[in-house]
Every structure is written in structure tokens, then in C-alpha cells.
């Protein structure tokens, strides 16, 4: 098997628990670009809440659970660039006294590539089936952004569909406030930013946004909704499937 026409996915918990269509959009996505998607059943958390609260003994024992989960040398694509720079750059310091784990975490990390980065090397806007007109905001998650660079993919891969009117809004790199636990420990300060990322995305004009980070998602819809307008936002994963002929989107239409 070619390690080029193979993936993992490692879905993260969010997209299991709260946004598992965001999951199945990205299988169709890659599955479009004739990849074959594998995904370990025994996957959870990666461990994410617990390290960046302190507690990295449980983070260590959540992330050595998974360790084995992927023995194929194919690489692993994660629908969040958060999560994604968890298992690339923190899974390994989680091992730095267990050699033969060490080892193991310093591989994996070495095959671990965020979603947009994967589809943007491999997707042609020949793909590309619907091509109406929408003003298009994209929102990344800080983390994603100084772990991965993962706001370069995704705006490459976004200007790539005909149709779409990329825009920028104000303060585009800030965070929207949720940042896990820092949304629970400082619920104020955390809606504050909210509020703030909420205005700059109306403000542009866009009528829809995307964003590769479901926990952004969670938090910033939840925000809308209490708000006088029709603006969501989408995984990216979701907003890629409607526009290009999957076989999903086909059956939809």
C-alpha cells in the first residue's frame, strides 16, 4: 500500500462528541481526492484539556493509549489544527523520560498533518462542482496558527474554489475567546473576546465563516445564537464536501 493513498483520521474528540458530520465531511473530502481513509476505533481525546490545565500525568496516560492505534507509516490527518499541534508538538515532551514511547510519539508526530495542509496539496479547483458566488470568512484557532501556520493552507486552499470571495475580517489572529478551560476559569474575559470576534466577522460582511477547529465553532455559534442574525459558522471540512462532487454531496442534491 502507498503511504500517499492512505490516512488515518484522527477525528478528536469535539468532532466525536459534539460535530461527528464535521468528521464524516472530511472522510468524503479525502475520499474525493482518492485517498483511503482509516480510522482507528479506540481513539479519544488527545489529551489537550488535560496538559494545557497542568495535569500532564493524565495527558500521559490519555495519548500513550493511542500510541499503537496507528501502526501503518501513512500519514495521520487531524480536522483541527489544535489538536493536530498537541500530538506534533506536545506528544513527544509527554515522553521525554520513556525512551521507547519517546520514540513512538516522535514518529507519529513526524506523520501528523492537519486537514487543510493535506487537501491543499492535493486538491484541483477542476474538483470543484459547485461554484456559486458567497463572501467567505475563515477563522483560525490560535493555537492552530502558531503551532501549525494552519491560516496559510487554509486560505490557499479556500482561494482554489472558484466562486468564493475570500475576506479578512478585522483582528483576524486573535483569539475568539474559547481556548478549553480558559472559557470555564475566566467565563468574562472569555465572552468578552467572543463578543469581540463576533463583531469583526459581521462587520466584513461575510455571510458565512469556516473554520478548521470545532471547540472555535462551538463557542463562537453558540455566541451567534443569541445574536439578531443568520450567521454560522462551518467546519471547513463540511463547506469543501458541498462544493466539490463527493459521492455524499451528489446523494444530497
Known amino acids: 500500500m502507498e ?44 489529551g489537550q484539556p488535560a496538559y494545557t490545565t497542568g495535569f500532564a500525568d493524565d495527558a500521559r496516560r490519555v495519548a500513550a493509549a493511542q500510541l499503537d492505534l496507528f501502526p501503518q507509516p501513512w500519514p495521520i490527518v487531524v480536522p483541527s489544527g489544535s489538536c493536530g499541534g ?10 521525554a523520560d520513556d525512551p521507547q514511547r519517546l520514540a513512538q510519539a516522535e514518529a507519529l ?8 495542509d493535506f487537501v491543499d496539496t492535493r486538491l484541483a479547483a ?12 475563515l477563522h483560525t484557532s490560535c493555537t492552530a496558527r502558531r503551532e501549525l501556520a494552519t491560516h496559510l493552507a487554509g486560505r490557499r486552499l479556500l482561494a482554489k474554489l472558484p466562486g468564493v470571495e475570500l475576506l479578512e475580517p ?18 468574562e474575559i472569555s465572552a468578552a473576546m467572543t463578543e469581540d470576534k463576533l463583531d469583526a466577522l459581521q462587520a466584513s460582511g461575510c455571510a458565512q465563516f469556516v473554520s478548521a ?27 469543501l464536501r458541498s462544493r466539490l462532487a463527493t459521492r455524499g454531496a451528489e446523494q444530497r442534491r
Not at 474538483?127 to 467567505?136: F, M, N, S
Open 126 to 137: 477542476s474538483q470543484v462542482a459547485d461554484t456559486t458566488p458567497v463572501r467567505l470568512a
Open 109 to 116: 508526530a513526524a506523520r501528523t498533518v492537519e486537514f487543510c
Open 86 to 95: 498537541m500530538l506534533r508538538h506536545h506528544w513527544p515532551r509527554l515522553f
Open 170 to 187: 478585522e483582528h483576524e489572529a486573535e483569539c475568539c475567546g474559547f481556548g478549553g478551560t480558559f472559557a470555564i476559569k475566566h467565563p
Open 3 to 46: 503511504t500517499d493513498t492512505h490516512v488515518y483520521l484522527f477525528a478528536t474528540c469535539v468532532v466525536d462528541l459534539f460535530s461527528p458530520q464535521s468528521g464524516l465531511d472530511a472522510v468524503e473530502v479525502l475520499e474525493a481526492l482518492g485517498v483511503t481513509v482509516a480510522f482507528p476505533r479506540d481513539q479519544t481525546c488527545c
Open 213 to 239: 477547529d470545532c471547540g472555535c465553532l462551538l463557542n463562537l455559534n453558540g455566541a451567534l445564537e443569541r445574536r439578531p442574525t443568520t450567521l454560522r459558522g462551518l467546519h471547513i471540512a463540511s463547506f
